[in-house]
């Protein structure tokens, strides 16, 4: 199963916002309070790809506004990168959870579930047409840049792709908001930023 066959006709960001919102491509709309789509100008110079939404982005419908969102507010802000100017959206338009008491907890999205919603993905990127692809986690990286691609080795790196004419992939914030210390944190917020300041170099 796709979700190629919900893309609209003549596609505009708004029509592919509408048509997510009823997309049935996997199971996981069965999971999420809501289609989560991409948020962000159509003329935007930089495309954020992360995994998926989580809880409050579930709760909201916006990517990116939970903890890990206000993270990478604060990385662009410090690597100089104004948010107004970016497209911010995931690989997976629903949010994966598994039940741990009370609490929703995130779980990974498989190789079909990607599979499924990457029509939407690739609406978006025709539409906005970014210069700058930014791949945030190794599950935003693989699954545009292939199953081989490891962050950890290339994060950083501009990679050759025919996605956008800059491409790079670097963590997902909630990778630092997982480190088990502050120090931890600090040393990883501060790789994350200068990351993000090779972006802002050819913005």
């Known amino acids: 199963m796709s979700a190629a066959e919900y893309i609209p006709d003549g596609p505009t960001l708004e029509k592919l916002r509408e048509a997510a919102a009823a997309c049935r491509a996997c199971h996981l709309w069965e999971l999420g309070t809501q289609t989560v789509f991409g948020e962000g100008s159509s003329d935007a110079q930089v495309m954020f790809v992360g995994e998926q939404p989580g809880d409050q982005e579930d709760q909201e419908g916006r990517p990116f506004v939970g903890p890990a969102g206000k993270l990478l ?10 948010r107004s100017l970016a497209y911010v959206t995931n690989a997976v338009k629903h949010f994966k959870w598994e039940a741990r008491g009370k609490r929703r907890i995130h779980a990974k999205p498989n190789w079909t579930e990607l599979a499924a919603c990457r029509p939407w993905l690739d609406a978006e990127l ?19 840049l292939g199953k081989q ?6 994060r950083g790196e501009w990679v050759e792709s025919e996605l956008a004419e800059h491409v790079t992939a670097t963590i997902h914030p909630s990778a630092i908001l997982r480190q088990r210390d502050d120090e931890s944190r600090r040393r990883e917020l501060a790789a994350f930023v200068d990351d993000l300041r090779i972006v802002a170099g050819v913005l």
């Open 73 to 82: 507010d604060r990385a662009l802000e410090e690597a100089g990168i104004d």
């Open 149 to 154: 691609f490891r962050v950890t080795q290339h």
């Open 126 to 144: 025709a539409v906005v047409s970014p210069r700058v692809l930014v791949c945030l986690g190794a599950t935003a990286a693989q699954s545009l």
